[in-house]
């Protein structure tokens, strides 16, 4: 029997069921968000006229968070503060100092980044912890006289690689209960509330 015969038993993630955390911005100033994906890299052996293929090294891919842009508190502001607090200051004089963007201060800029997803309670069934992330890049929107929309700010997140956990069941990951552990990586330990 299909999962849609007994609706009461199952569920489906929704694409309007999720929150985004991170250092400075108000979650629900957040109106999108791309989930993290990876790559796996490969290299290939060509044998007379064969070609074998052998994967390589996984790389994840930037994600892209589009923000409105209040007035208070300021998005535009919030961002600058972000981006400065990575270490960018434009305010250079002759005798210096001389400070730059470094990744350890971009990081503990934006603390952390969390992408939630939510069931119909609102509890947390799926969280990608985002390593490592750091602003690579911002746009804060075009004007024009034809539109009367909210203004958008859009960031391209740079991260090392991403964290998945699921949502525990009565105390338990699910993974507890079947044998293995379905969270990612799977040696991880779970930090933070759901």
Same mark, same amino acid.
């Given at each position: 029997?299909?999962?849609?015969?007994?609706?009461?038993?199952?569920?489906?993630?929704?694409?309007?069921?999720?929150?985004?955390?991170?250092?400075?911005?108000?979650?629900?100033?957040?109106?999108?968000?791309?989930?993290?994906?990876?790559?796996?890299?490969?290299?290939?052996?060509?044998?007379?006229?064969?070609?074998?293929y052998y994967p390589g090294r996984v790389e994840w891919n930037t994600?892209?968070?589009s923000l409105v842009d209040p007035m208070k508190p300021d998005?535009?502001?919030?961002?600058? %503060?972000?981006?400065?607090?990575?270490?960018?200051?434009?305010?250079?004089?002759?005798?210096?100092?001389?400070?730059?963007?470094?990744?350890?201060?971009?990081?503990?800029?934006?603390?952390?980044?969390?992408?939630?997803?939510?069931?119909?309670?609102?509890?947390?069934?799926?969280?990608?912890?985002?390593? %490592?992330?750091?602003?690579?890049?911002?746009?804060?929107?075009?004007?024009?006289?034809?539109?009367?929309?909210?203004?958008?700010?859009?960031?391209?997140?740079?991260?090392?690689?991403?964290?998945?956990?699921?949502?525990?069941?009565?105390?338990?990951?699910?993974?507890?209960?079947?044998?293995?552990?379905?969270?990612?990586?799977?040696?991880?330990?779970?930090?933070?509330?759901?």
């Amino acid at each position: 029997m299909g999962f849609w015969n007994d609706s009461r038993e199952f569920d489906t993630k929704r694409a309007f069921r999720w929150m985004a955390v991170f250092n400075g911005v108000e979650p629900w100033a957040i109106k999108s968000v791309s989930k993290p994906s990876f790559s796996v890299s490969e290299t290939s052996h060509r044998f007379i006229n064969h070609t074998y293929y052998y994967p390589g090294r996984v790389e994840w891919n930037t994600i892209s968070l589009s923000l409105v842009d209040p007035m208070k508190p300021d998005g535009v502001k919030s961002i600058m %503060h972000l981006i400065e607090a990575s270490g960018y200051n434009p305010d250079i004089t002759a005798a210096g100092p001389y400070p730059t963007i470094g990744k350890s201060k971009a990081v503990s800029a934006m603390e952390k980044l969390e992408i939630k997803q939510l069931d119909a309670s609102g509890d947390t069934i799926e969280s990608w912890k985002l390593k %490592h992330p750091w602003v690579k890049d911002v746009k804060f929107g075009d004007l024009s006289y034809d539109r009367d929309e909210l203004l958008d700010i859009t960031l391209t997140i740079r991260y090392d690689w991403a964290e998945l956990w699921t949502n525990p069941r009565n105390g338990t990951w699910p993974g507890d209960q079947i044998g293995y552990n379905l969270n990612f990586p799977s040696t991880s330990t779970y930090v933070g509330g759901v």
